[in-house]
């Protein structure tokens, strides 16, 4: 998958892909030959996940960018660094996964903390696919958006607060108005739905025994998920054999929530 037309190495980009699911993600798409440029805000952790991607996948060419992509100038330069790499094949849009608890009981802290985790996890991929999509390549371009099976099943608690959810909830359908804009220029739009994946900082230290037990409980394969199973089903997106797959949302949760 890594090399294009004329033997040209694909360039792919992941925004938090300094952890957990991104970094699954930054690590299979460098093993499919794709030069990879690792977003996220902090700069330790994502050139930490650029070694551990060298040396993973010897001759693997991963690129730590930082920026807040919350902040449209940050995007902007980011936009910049990525473009020096060259048209952009393949974009995941991964950042979030924030979960901003309200300081206290009144609707000002209400509502600091849901435009906290809208911009978190809404406004980053905005902002980031609308700097680079002059810079996705046409024909062929994949874009990738990870979202979570709390928007489909509504959000409840801590881990999946309405906030996190409504904002994944938006994500699909500016995914699908992404994809009849983009779909004539040969670009396919695709959102991805994780379920329980145990590997993360959101469902990490800190949840007891019996949470993780109900999670599992939930699926019908009987397992947590983990990172590498969610960057298997973006390798496929983002491959040429997924040409024909665009506007649809793909639950990749075990069974936890079943397709509709």
């Given at each position: 998958?890594?090399?294009?037309g004329?033997?040209?190495q694909?360039?792919a980009?992941?925004?938090?892909?300094g952890?957990g699911?991104?970094?699954a993600?930054?690590?299979a798409?460098?093993?499919?030959?794709?030069?990879?440029?690792?977003?996220?805000?902090?700069?330790?952790?994502?050139?930490?996940?650029c070694?551990?991607i060298?040396?993973?996948?010897?001759?693997?060419?991963?690129v730590?960018?930082a920026a807040?992509?919350t902040?449209?100038?940050?995007v902007?330069?980011?936009?910049?660094?990525?473009g020096?790499?060259?048209p952009v094949?393949?974009?995941?849009?991964?950042?979030?996964?924030?979960?901003?608890p309200?300081?206290?009981?009144g609707?000002?802290?209400?509502?600091a903390?849901?435009r906290?985790?809208?911009d978190?996890?809404?406004?980053?991929?905005?902002l980031l696919?609308?700097?680079l999509t002059?810079?996705?390549?046409?024909?062929?371009?994949?874009?990738i958006?990870?979202?979570s099976?709390a928007?489909?099943?509504g959000?409840?608690?801590?881990?999946?607060?309405?906030s996190?959810?409504?904002a994944k909830a938006?994500l699909h359908g500016?995914?699908?108005?992404?994809?009849?804009?983009?779909?004539?220029?040969?670009?396919?739009?695709?959102?991805?739905?994780?379920?329980?994946?145990?590997?993360?900082e959101?469902?990490g230290a800190?949840?007891?025994?019996?949470?993780h037990?109900?999670?599992?409980?939930?699926?019908l394969?009987?397992?947590?998920?983990?990172?590498?199973?969610v960057?298997?089903?973006?390798?496929y997106?983002?491959?040429p054999?997924a040409?024909?797959v665009?506007?649809?949302?793909i639950?990749?949760?075990?069974?936890?929530v079943l397709?509709?």
């Amino acid at each position: 998958m890594g090399r294009g037309g004329a033997g040209v190495q694909r360039v792919a980009v992941v925004s938090g892909g300094g952890t957990g699911i991104g970094k699954a993600v930054a690590r299979a798409l460098a093993a499919e030959g794709c030069r990879v440029a690792v977003v996220g805000r902090r700069v330790d952790v994502l050139e930490r996940a650029c070694e551990e991607i060298a040396e993973a996948v010897p001759g693997a060419e991963a690129v730590p960018i930082a920026a807040d992509l919350t902040v449209p100038a940050r995007v902007a330069a980011a936009a910049e660094a990525i473009g020096e790499l060259g048209p952009v094949d393949v974009l995941v849009n991964n950042a979030g996964a924030i979960i901003t608890p309200p300081a206290d009981d009144g609707l000002d802290a209400l509502a600091a903390a849901w435009r906290h985790d809208l911009d978190t996890n809404l406004l980053s991929a905005v902002l980031l696919t609308t700097a680079l999509t002059d810079r996705l390549r046409r024909p062929g371009g994949r874009l990738i958006v990870i979202s979570s099976a709390a928007a489909q099943r509504g959000g409840a608690g801590p881990h999946s607060a309405g906030s996190y959810a409504a904002a994944k909830a938006a994500l699909h359908g500016w995914a699908f108005g992404l994809a009849r804009q983009l779909g004539p220029d040969g670009i396919t739009v695709n959102v991805l739905a994780p379920g329980y994946v145990a590997e993360t900082e959101i469902f990490g230290a800190g949840w007891s025994e019996d949470f993780h037990a109900r999670k599992i409980a939930d699926t019908l394969v009987g397992r947590a998920g983990t990172p590498e199973d969610v960057a298997s089903a973006v390798v496929y997106l983002a491959s040429p054999a997924a040409g024909y797959v665009t506007g649809q949302v793909i639950g990749v949760n075990g069974g936890a929530v079943l397709g509709r």
